[in-house]
């Protein structure tokens, strides 16, 4: 009933920037957040920055001052700009939203699949 589909991912050098994309889509009546996770090799799944439908942003400390949450709310879309861009970055980057899909319904977390980003020299 709800698809979060990202894409956005790919190869760049250190010091590098991309843009990550995340659409919502199939029976949405409201998103409470959209949150983008990151999950590096051999390593566990971690939040990297989330934005809430009042505006508020935040961000994991390693990611501050060098990644941009922004959503589009009418178009159930979110972003994340990165700039910047470490090797530790390296990571398949989720997307994930809590999402009611009927005013009595609540609400519930749904993931994408991921997109790959890689930052290599």
């Known amino acids: 009933q709800v698809q979060l589909v990202e894409s956005g991912g790919g190869l760049v050098q250190p010091g590098g920037s991309l843009r990550l994309s995340c659409v919502a889509s199939?029976?949405?009546?409201?998103?409470?957040?959209m949150t983008w996770y990151r999950q590096a090799p051999g390593k566990q799944r971690e939040l990297v920055a989330t934005?809430?439908?009042?505006?508020?942003?935040s961000y994991v400390d390693s990611v501050k001052d060098r990644f941009t949450i922004s959503r589009n709310a009418a178009e159930n879309t979110v972003y994340l700009q990165m700039s910047s861009l470490k090797l530790e970055d390296t990571a398949v980057y989720y997307c994930?939203?809590?999402?009611?899909?009927?005013?009595?319904?609540?609400?519930?977390?749904?993931w994408g699949e991921g997109t790959l980003v890689t930052v290599s020299s």
């Open positions: 934005a809430f439908d009042n505006g508020r942003t």
């Open positions: 199939g029976t949405i009546f409201d998103i409470a957040s």
């Open positions: 994930n939203a809590a999402i009611q899909t009927t005013s009595r319904r609540a609400y519930m977390n749904y």
